[in-house]
């Protein structure tokens, strides 16, 4: 595989944005429909944006969205350590720099499947993943169990990474 074109996983777009505005309008016509006053329902709605865009999709979004790209300059991914992070790729996904590791600057790569990993960007365990150590023994870790599918099996996938950064 040409090192030039390869990538795995799921880059953010508009989706989670244009989710919390359509599950808020669905929130709006409920509760006009149970309460019957339009103000309240506009305020129930709004907070439900709210509480979708800043707080339950950003916690969230490091599971969810999961991107590596390989091409001739390094290897690109999200990395999303803080919530101003999560926030702007939810709002502004164009605008999201994605963080770059130079060829130069990697140590070693490791592919994880099956095996329960602690990912110390979200917190939580993965059972497959990339895992990148820098040169300055910076471990980067980059979940790919969301996209596990019979389809497009994560172990041959993975293999092929590890093959085309060796080469």
Known sequence: MDVMGWSFGKKQSYELLSSSILISIFVFILSYVF???????????????????????????????????????GV????????????????????FKLSKINYSDIDDISVI?????????IGARSTSGVLITT?????????ISWYD?????????AMEFVQDCAN
């Open 135 to 143: 040169k300055d023994n910076d471990d980067i870790f980059v979940d």
């Open 76 to 95: 690109e991914y999200y990395h999303l350590n803080n919530w101003q992070d999560r926030l702007q790729l939810i709002f502004d996904p164009d605008a």
């Open 35 to 73: 309460i019957d006053t339009i103000w309240v329902s506009i305020v129930i709605a709004a907070l439900g944006f709210v509480v979708l865009s800043l707080g339950i999709f950003p916690f969230y979004l490091p599971k969810m969205i999961s991107y590596i790209n390989v091409n001739l300059n």
């Open 149 to 157: 599918t019979v389809d497009n099996p994560v172990f041959d996938r």
């Open 113 to 121: 499947t099956g095996k329960k990993v602690l990912d110390p960007a």
